[in-house]
């Protein structure tokens, strides 16, 4: 079981342990600790806009909702005016990684209070990757002890695609089944080895039956552009939800078959647009559609925002204020059977609101959590003391050897003037790549990239058991002009170590570097280094301040500027380049993947 967490902040009671309470504030007999007058109450149940409300609160949670809550002040009842601004329930973000944002639980949540997040359903599976069930029972606790809900889904996928790659740990349904009985557990995180359900492998199987027994939510991860026989498969096996859609086809499918369609909007990922037309155009019932924003890094979150953010791009795309706001609150709280608990201004449920001076630009004055005030005109009031995580933790880059420029190398076939090779091709603003190809020469029997075209190298280096191992490849689509090389512990899913570069010396610098600091993302250009975000928790995480993080990763992001990559969040899409779950082509320390058919290809293409 996990470990008993110490925190500032007090656990928010069971309902059942103060209903009571709860009715004799409704009800006048005792006063309420909190009454918020003369506000226009968003309900997200009738979808309606209600003037002239009141709400009054007791034990964190909301007590009473009506036109006048007078008989719930007493003496000490602190008293506040909403002068007819908005009451929106807190909003939610349905499908995320922490990881992502480069920082902690902890960071994380200091940074998207101010912008209206009151509970994230986060799926650790990328520190679970490195140091297995521990690394989710150290996210779960440190999540236990934040002043919002923070819940957890338990991984389903470590690694995400057995036999295509090698991650730095194994999880078990004997794992997941233990996880199930955790306190913060939700459910289980999203299913990616979709090929494994289709087929009714018994890790899948099992997994999945024993989160159904536990009464607990599937996540959903269908990758594949194939709607046909193994989507059904896919959904027959259990999967409640899914995020990977690009397109209104892919939700509508989703929707027709009884899962829930998230539409994501991350740093990179601009998904929302296309596939909520099958709400504004096509008329299906919003209910069913969940916003989310699945991978969000620093600068994102600070400069931007988070799913303020993703709730004013639906309203852009032509859905009405309320119903974008449905689908980032009682939407995503029923999705996770957490109904009573959150997602709505209503009586017994946690007392997570916002104040909305604006609600189509949702302009956020004053954020709420479990009756508190954690935020005013995009402030954190709240003090959120760090997490300390053990120093085990921050020892997890092993190279195993000092990395070489020759390491890099890569043979052409015997004889061979000319060679024709795989290319990863990156796609803007989306997680797929494109399965490329490309005539490159040879030089001294090396093949050698092609800078005027856009092809540089790709290797990913071993980084969990030091075994010195290199994978060599080639990629597209970032548009590095200049001498350099982007170095990332951060390789989804099995985090291993990801360099792209126009230059061997460079990309050695860069590995070793990272070996040095215990990992993170760093830029070298002709040998010296330009740019550098360290992440020593399990190579993912920065222990720092997530405003200091988020200028070291704004110094990353126009270091990659300069080197002539013009990409929208391109360290992202840089990070994703090993992502064997997601088509069409990746790298692992397996070798090349042909994620369209799941299996290992060869670099060169043979005539």
Known sequence: MPTTVKSVFSRPKPWT???PHLVDVATGRKPADLVVRNGRWVNVHSGEIIPGTDIAIAEGRFAFCGPDASHAIGAGTKVVDAGGRYLVPGLCDGHMHVESGMVTVTEFVRAVVPHGTTSMFIDPHEIANVLGLEGVRLMHDEALAMPINVHVQMPSCVPS?????????VLTADDVAEAMTWEN????????N???VTANDPLMVAEIAATVKAGKTVGGHYASRDLGLAFHGYVAGGPEDDHEGTAMEDAIARVRQGMKAMLRLGSAWYDVASQIKAVTEQGLDPRNFILCTDDSHSGTLVQEGHMDRVVRHAIAQGLSPIIAIQMATINTAQHFRLERELGSIAPGRLADFLVVSDL??????EVYGRGVRLAKAGRLEADVPPYDYPAAVKKTVKLGKTISAED???GAPEGANEARVRVIGVIENQAPTRALEADLGVEDGLVVMDRENDVCQIALVERHRGTGGVTNGFVSGFGYVKDCALASTVAH????MIVVGTNKRDMALAANRLGEVGGGVVLFSQGKEIALVEMPIAGLMSDERAEVVAEKAAKLTAAMRDMGCSLNNAYMQHSLLALVVIPELRISDVGIIDVTRFEKVDLFVKE
């Open 493 to 496: 899913d099995s985090h291993h």
């Open 17 to 19: 342990a103060v209903a």
């Open 185 to 192: 557990i939700v459910g289980l995180g999203e299913v990616m």
């Open 194 to 196: 979709f090929p494994g």
């Open 408 to 410: 890099f190398d890569i």
């Open 360 to 365: 189509a630009a949702l302009t956020i004055d």
């Open 161 to 169: 695609a057995p036999g295509l790659e090698n991650a730095g740990a």
